[in-house]
């Protein structure tokens, strides 16, 4: 069975940096891209950001409004998924979800998500 | 970056009604398209890729279609666990982005 397990969240002053993990299992890690979503409260998903597969490069993409302060990253050997937060914002507050791309080529949707995990900027 | 239009925002049906939520993109996205359901608290279900392509062991209730800007997600007859927030996500290329979502509630 496919799981992922997001872990990190928590309060954080503005300007302070966070690391969120996300821990696959059930699944050959490293043959999959891996995306982060996030959702403030109350409102809509918004795509943060993905990386894909060794194999196509483990190349990164962002959303402008995070790109520059959050790196993702991945650690095949252990299954992780890292989304490295800096320069937090207090806008950033929000559950965060990862995501596992359905396909090799990310282009069929998230089938397999986490549970999420809250992260709270504070002024 | 693509943007992606829902509409309805809220939308308010009974049990047993036919629902239609549309989603416009700002430029084509040929049939990269997904539709998500999600309940308060819970990650988003996804129900249907590739614009048209019901995910395995989703309800055929639900039905997808549309190609380059405009597609629509059709629920044939509402039912009680169908009440739910939808989103539409654009796979065509980066940033993938999301609609603003639709909330469909009980009337």
């Known amino acids: 069975e496919v799981q992922l397990v997001e872990s990190g969240g928590g309060l954080v002053q503005s300007g302070r940096s966070l690391r969120l993990s996300c821990t696959g299992s059930g699944f050959t890690f490293g043959d999959y891209g891996m995306s982060w979503v996030r959702q403030a409260p109350g409102k809509g998903l918004e795509w943060v950001g993905f990386i894909r597969r060794k194999g196509f490069g483990g190349t990164t993409e962002y959303a402008a409004s995070v790109k520059g302060r959050f790196i993702i990253s991945r650690d095949d050997s252990k299954s992780i998924a890292y989304l490295q937060m800096d320069s937090l914002k207090t806008e950033d507050t929000a559950v965060y979800y990862c995501s596992r791309a359905t396909n090799f080529y990310d282009t069929s949707g998230y089938y397999y998500w986490g549970q999420g995990t809250l992260v709270t900027v504070s002024s | 970056d693509i943007q992606l239009t829902q509409s309805p925002s809220f939308l308010s049906a009974s049990v047993g009604d036919r629902v239609t939520i549309t989603c416009r993109a700002s430029?084509?996205?040929?049939?990269?398209l997904a539709w998500y359901q999600q309940k308060p608290g819970k990650a988003p279900k996804l129900l249907i890729y590739a614009a048209s392509t019901l995910q395995s062991g989703v309800t055929s209730r639900f039905s997808g279609s549309g190609s380059g800007t405009e597609f629509t997600l059709t629920i044939s007859s509402l039912q009680p666990e169908d009440f739910a927030t939808y989103y539409c996500?654009?796979?065509?290329?980066?940033?993938?982005?999301f609609g603003q979502g639709t909330k469909v509630e009980i009337k």
């Open positions: 996500q654009q796979l065509n290329s980066y940033p993938r982005t």
């Open positions: 430029q084509g996205i040929s049939s990269y």
